[in-house]
């Protein structure tokens, strides 16, 4: 399974997120009738902020964790 890091800036509060990109599979789609080879990704959050954002006021019990 391939995967890497990456970090989205938000452009309001200049939060800074850490995100993993984990290629799951192949497949073919169709897009306006027409078929299309395509990447299936799962985008999720990973780093350092993934251990902390569970601490804050209002976050799901286990978030980050």
Do not use: H, W, Y
Request: net charge positive; charged share 25%; aromatic share 6%.
């Amino acid at each position: 399974m391939e995967q890497f890091d990456f970090c989205m800036l938000m452009p309001t509060d200049l939060t800074l997120f850490t995100l993993r990109a984990i290629r799951e599979k192949e497949e073919t789609v169709a897009v306006n009738g027409t078929a299309v080879d395509a990447v299936k990704m799962k985008i999720t959050r990973s780093g350092i902020i993934r251990r902390f954002s569970g601490n804050r006021p209002g976050a799901p019990q286990g978030a980050g964790r």
